[in-house]
T-cell receptor
Framework: AQTVTQSQPEMSVQEAETVTLSCTYD???????LFWYKQPPSRQMILVIR????KQQNATENRFSVNFQKAAKSFSLKISDSQLGDAAMYFC????????????WGAGTKLIIKP | NAGVMQNPRHLVRRRGQEARLRCSPM?????VYWYRQLPEEGLKFMVY????????ESGMPKERFSAEFPKEGPSILRIQQVVRGDSAAYFC?????????????FGNGTRLTVT
């Protein structure tokens, strides 16, 4: 069975600086998707970034980028120029390529932005 | 706003009562998914419905929980005879299709508190 591990329950970063959130996963599949979701206090689950396993190029979305290391089964999220609005829980999630809803979630990392 | 709408936002029930959670998918979406989030954890899949049909209920507890998605109206997640362990945030998501590339759109969740 697939598992997703986020080893950092909480991280803090100074506003405007860069922070990296860690995620590792375990799977025997070769084709899959990885996601980072943001959950602010409003509780809405917002997709931040998505990576297809067959793509070697790391995904980027504005200030958000990932470091995808397929062999190491690592999928970290880098947030550049941190802003107060980035404060939230961040969840790493995995899903198989043959399903769009069977997501396996990590336990989350709480990101605190210091003004 | 044509996003996924969940209500109520907060629901308090005494042990033994029934809880009904509603989800209206995005306009044009006929696939609905329910997830449960316990404190300090990621989401856990419960059930997948497509208009009037339950497609996958592998994550649904065998007793007290049921879900429906009628031809007209919202999807309903029903929990009978609630217990304290049912306290959690319940999220609904919808998608246009069940193709693996079809993204999920999440609602803001319903927080159920059982006293």
């Amino acid at each position: 069975a697939q598992t997703v591990t986020q080893s950092q329950p909480e991280m803090s970063v100074q506003e405007a600086e860069t922070v990296t959130l860690s995620c590792t996963y375990d799977t025997s599949e070769s084709d899959y998707y990885l996601f980072w979701y943001k959950q602010p206090p409003s509780r809405q689950m917002i997709l931040v970034i998505r990576q297809e396993a067959y793509k070697q190029q790391n995904a980027t979305e504005n200030r958000f980028s990932v470091n995808f290391q397929k062999a190491a089964k690592s999928f970290s999220l880098k947030i550049s120029d941190s802003q107060l609005g980035d404060a939230a829980m961040y969840f790493c999630a995995y899903r198989s390529a043959d399903s769009n809803y069977q997501l396996i979630w990590g336990a989350g990392t709480k990101l605190i932005i210091k003004p | 706003n044509a996003g996924v709408m969940q209500n109520p936002r907060h629901l308090v029930r005494r042990r033994g009562q029934e809880a009904r959670l509603r989800c209206s998918p995005m306009k044009g979406h006929s696939h609905v998914y329910w997830y449960r989030q316990l404190p300090e954890e990621g989401l856990k899949f419960m059930v997948y419905l497509q208009k009037e049909n339950i497609i996958d209920e592998s994550g649904m507890p065998k007793e007290r929980f049921s879900a429906e998605f009628p031809k007209e109206g919202p999807s309903i997640l029903r929990i009978q005879q609630v217990v304290r362990g049912d306290s959690a945030a319940y999220f609904c998501a919808s998608s246009l299709s069940r193709e693996s590339g079809s993204p999920l759109h999440f609602g803001n969740g319903t927080r159920l508190t059982v006293t």
